[in-house]
Protein backbone atom coordinates (compact mmCIF):
# COMPACT_ATOMS: atom_id res chain seq x y z
CA UNK A 1 0.00 0.00 0.00
CA UNK A 2 2.85 2.46 0.64
CA UNK A 3 3.82 2.12 -2.60
CA UNK A 4 0.29 2.46 -4.08
CA UNK A 5 0.30 6.04 -1.87
CA UNK A 6 3.89 7.37 -3.18
CA UNK A 7 2.83 6.64 -6.74
CA UNK A 8 -0.54 8.42 -6.26
CA UNK A 9 0.60 11.04 -4.55
CA UNK A 10 3.11 11.82 -7.07
CA UNK A 11 -0.04 12.24 -9.52
CA UNK A 12 -1.33 14.76 -7.53
CA UNK A 13 -3.27 13.16 -5.25
CA UNK A 14 -6.71 15.10 -5.14
CA UNK A 15 -5.01 18.03 -7.15
CA UNK A 16 -5.11 15.87 -10.15
CA UNK A 17 -6.67 11.59 -10.33
CA UNK A 18 -3.71 10.14 -8.01
CA UNK A 19 -6.26 9.46 -5.64
CA UNK A 20 -8.70 7.69 -8.08
CA UNK A 21 -5.80 5.65 -9.66
CA UNK A 22 -4.81 4.62 -5.81
CA UNK A 23 -8.18 3.54 -5.27
CA UNK A 24 -8.33 1.11 -8.19
CA UNK A 25 -5.02 -0.57 -7.06
CA UNK A 26 -6.09 -0.65 -4.31
CA UNK A 27 -9.31 -2.03 -4.24
CA UNK A 28 -9.17 -4.47 -7.62
CA UNK A 29 -5.37 -4.94 -7.32
CA UNK A 30 -5.00 -3.05 -11.00
CA UNK A 31 -1.43 -2.32 -11.72
CA UNK A 32 -0.51 1.79 -12.27
CA UNK A 33 -0.75 1.25 -16.00
CA UNK A 34 -3.95 -0.42 -15.86
CA UNK A 35 -5.44 1.46 -13.43
CA UNK A 36 -4.54 5.30 -15.34
CA UNK A 37 -6.78 3.56 -18.18
CA UNK A 38 -9.54 2.61 -16.21
CA UNK A 39 -9.24 5.99 -14.82
CA UNK A 40 -8.91 7.61 -18.03
CA UNK A 41 -11.51 5.71 -19.53
CA UNK A 42 -14.24 6.01 -16.96
CA UNK A 43 -13.53 10.14 -16.91
CA UNK A 44 -13.32 10.42 -20.48
CA UNK A 45 -9.78 11.94 -20.70
CA UNK A 46 -6.07 10.78 -21.68
CA UNK A 47 -3.76 9.38 -19.34
CA UNK A 48 -1.63 12.36 -19.66
CA UNK A 49 -4.76 14.27 -18.79
CA UNK A 50 -4.91 12.17 -15.25
CA UNK A 51 -1.55 14.45 -13.90
CA UNK A 52 -2.68 17.81 -15.34
CA UNK A 53 -4.25 19.69 -12.39
CA UNK A 54 -5.68 21.96 -14.44
CA UNK A 55 -7.54 19.36 -16.53
CA UNK A 56 -8.36 17.25 -13.49
CA UNK A 57 -9.41 20.23 -11.81
CA UNK A 58 -12.55 20.96 -14.46
CA UNK A 59 -13.31 17.05 -14.97
CA UNK A 60 -13.54 16.69 -10.88
CA UNK A 61 -15.64 19.56 -10.88
CA UNK A 62 -17.92 18.07 -13.92
CA UNK A 63 -18.65 14.67 -11.98
CA UNK A 64 -18.79 15.95 -8.55
CA UNK A 65 -15.42 14.10 -7.42
CA UNK A 66 -14.20 16.74 -5.23
CA UNK A 67 -11.44 19.30 -5.49
CA UNK A 68 -9.13 20.59 -3.23
CA UNK A 69 -10.03 24.07 -3.23
CA UNK A 70 -7.91 27.31 -4.46
CA UNK A 71 -6.71 29.76 -1.76
CA UNK A 72 -10.02 31.66 -0.29
CA UNK A 73 -12.22 30.31 -2.64
CA UNK A 74 -15.13 27.89 -2.06
CA UNK A 75 -17.44 25.78 -4.24
CA UNK A 76 -21.05 26.18 -2.61
CA UNK A 77 -22.46 24.15 -4.92
CA UNK A 78 -20.00 21.46 -5.48
CA UNK A 79 -19.90 17.95 -3.66
CA UNK A 80 -17.63 17.69 -0.74
CA UNK A 81 -16.43 15.05 1.30
CA UNK A 82 -18.98 11.77 1.36
CA UNK A 83 -20.80 13.56 -1.51
CA UNK A 84 -17.73 13.29 -3.49
CA UNK A 85 -16.82 10.04 -2.25
CA UNK A 86 -20.73 8.63 -3.22
CA UNK A 87 -19.97 9.87 -6.89
CA UNK A 88 -15.94 8.32 -7.05
CA UNK A 89 -18.05 5.18 -6.05
CA UNK A 90 -20.36 5.45 -8.76
CA UNK A 91 -18.01 6.97 -10.93
CA UNK A 92 -15.37 4.17 -10.78
CA UNK A 93 -17.76 1.54 -10.38
CA UNK A 94 -16.10 0.48 -6.62
CA UNK A 95 -17.50 -0.29 -3.28
CA UNK A 96 -15.97 2.17 -1.01
CA UNK A 97 -16.74 1.45 2.82
CA UNK A 98 -17.27 5.23 4.18
CA UNK A 99 -19.96 5.17 1.78
CA UNK A 100 -21.54 1.80 2.11
CA UNK A 101 -21.71 2.74 5.52
CA UNK A 102 -22.94 6.21 5.71
CA UNK A 103 -25.94 4.83 3.33
CA UNK A 104 -26.53 2.03 5.61
CA UNK A 105 -27.18 4.33 8.74
CA UNK A 106 -28.71 7.58 7.38
CA UNK A 107 -31.49 4.81 6.42
CA UNK A 108 -30.15 5.18 2.67
CA UNK A 109 -30.25 1.17 1.87
CA UNK A 110 -27.05 -0.32 0.10
CA UNK A 111 -25.68 1.58 -2.73
CA UNK A 112 -27.03 -0.10 -5.91
CA UNK A 113 -24.35 -2.77 -6.84
CA UNK A 114 -23.28 -3.48 -10.36
CA UNK A 115 -21.85 -7.06 -12.02
CA UNK A 116 -18.46 -5.95 -11.90
CA UNK A 117 -19.35 -5.45 -8.03
CA UNK A 118 -18.94 -1.49 -7.50
CA UNK A 119 -21.89 0.88 -6.86
CA UNK A 120 -23.98 1.29 -9.90
CA UNK A 121 -24.53 5.17 -11.30
Do not use: C, W
Amino acid sequence: MSLAHTLASGMGGMRAAGDLVARMQMTRGMRLSEAKEYVAGRLGVSTLDLVDPTVMHDVRAELGLGRITVQELTYADQPYAIEAKFRISEVLDIPINSVERFAARAGLGAPRVSAAGGAAG
